[in-house]
């Protein structure tokens, strides 16, 4: 029966099963959400991939859930019950030209939580299993030929059973920003941040290292919680499975707490190169490159950072209009990548305030033989 959680003084229970024939009727064939909605070409699209109804331990429907993603400004959702895939086929008629619903599961075993993000409808992954039992690599493979991508959830949560112990290594994404920021947040931020490095500092065969982009979602199950807070903006060809997730994939993609928010972010060389958000700009170590992210629908009290490898290297505040240019130079040489934060005023005085919005990455790659 594997319950959540067993008070130390055990469980007492008794199971009786009457099985009996009952009226022969068809299966109904199910009906699955479309994997394609109208869309905007390629657009940035806004999106909540960890989502709980009542087909799990949500107290919303599917039809609430979806109302409420389209009263947040989302242009697609996961559906991610935890270790079911009942909800699959319980989105017909929720879907539209506005709105992508992708199918998946929140695989919910004893040593961490991870997102089975846009597999094929119908398709259950286990989690009967521990970090112990070296077993989670082949159900990472099996959400991959599902054609889903493995993301795990809040990993250094504090409910029971919460706290990921899997390793990275099998990941496509990770969820740094899991519903309203907290403590743990900053943790699992502060993790990414340093696989960042890690992976810039130490590439693989002579190339840039595989780093992990970073996603935000609700997580959100029932009243008050906000669907939509934080959603994952992707930057995608189309409004479609694929598009979508290739573009999470790549890193194409910022957080932000709602559709009132938008980023803009890039570099630029002197020669008029550019590369955006999970994209790589190749200049000679020495050369300036103008990095520019610019807000708009931010709140009054909420400050800029641009961080590198190095860390956090400018910290400027926004106008209290919530609207902004910020501009700054460096070289490859000194940054090998930046990444942009807004966040809110801290709430508690030397301590972090919480975010706003937070970008992946754009590398700065600098070409061979121009080191030193």
């Not at 403590?183 to 941040?193: F, G, Q, R, T, V």
Request: aromatic share 6%; glycine share 12%; hydrophobic share 40%.
């Amino acid at each position: 029966l594997a319950p959540y959680t067993v008070a130390p003084e055990g469980l007492p229970y008794e199971v009786t099963v009457t099985l009996r024939f009952g009226p022969t009727a068809p299966a109904p064939a199910p009906v699955y959400p479309p994997e394609r909605a109208k869309g905007r070409g390629r657009a940035w699209y806004r999106g909540d991939c960890h989502l709980h109804s009542t087909h799990s331990d949500g107290r919303r429907t599917p039809a609430e859930i979806a109302a409420a993603a389209r009263a947040a400004g989302l242009d697609f959702i996961n559906s991610s019950e935890h270790n079911t895939t009942s909800a699959h086929t319980a989105w017909e008629g929720l879907w539209g030209d506005d709105l992508l619903i992708l199918t998946g599961e929140e695989i919910t075993t004893r040593n961490g939580h991870v997102l089975a993000v846009g597999t094929d409808p119908g398709v259950f992954v286990d989690w009967r299993y521990r970090a112990r039992d070296h077993r989670f690599g082949r159900y990472a493979r099996q959400v991959r030929r599902a054609g889903g991508l493995v993301v795990p959830a809040h990993p250094h949560a504090t409910c029971i059973g919460c706290n990921w112990k899997f390793g990275l290594a099998d990941a496509d994404a990770v969820e740094v920003w899991n519903g309203p920021w907290t403590p743990d947040d900053e943790i699992a931020l502060a993790e990414w941040d340093n696989a960042l490095v890690a992976a810039v500092r130490n590439p693989g065969g002579g190339g840039p290292g595989r780093w992990l982009p970073a996603v935000g979602n609700s997580d959100a199950h029932r009243e008050p919680d906000r669907v939509g807070h934080p959603q994952t903006v992707v930057l995608a060809d189309a409004l479609s499975r694929q598009d979508v997730l290739a573009g999470i994939r790549a890193g194409r993609s910022y957080l932000a707490e709602s559709a009132a928010l938008s980023l803009s972010f890039g570099a630029t060389d002197g020669r008029g190169r550019h590369a955006g958000i999970g994209g790589r700009l190749r200049a000679a170590a020495d050369a300036p490159v103008t990095v520019r992210l610019e807000v708009t629908g931010a709140s009054a009290d909420c400050t800029v950072r641009l961080v590198t490898d190095q860390g956090p290297l400018l910290t400027t505040p926004l106008p209290a209009s919530g609207a902004g240019v910020v501009e700054w130079r460096t070289t490859p040489a000194h940054a090998a990548y930046v990444r942009a934060e807004v966040r809110h005023a801290p709430a508690v005085p030397g301590l972090p305030g919480a975010f706003a919005a937070l970008t992946n990455p754009v590398f700065l790659d600098a070409e061979a033989g121009t080191e030193g």
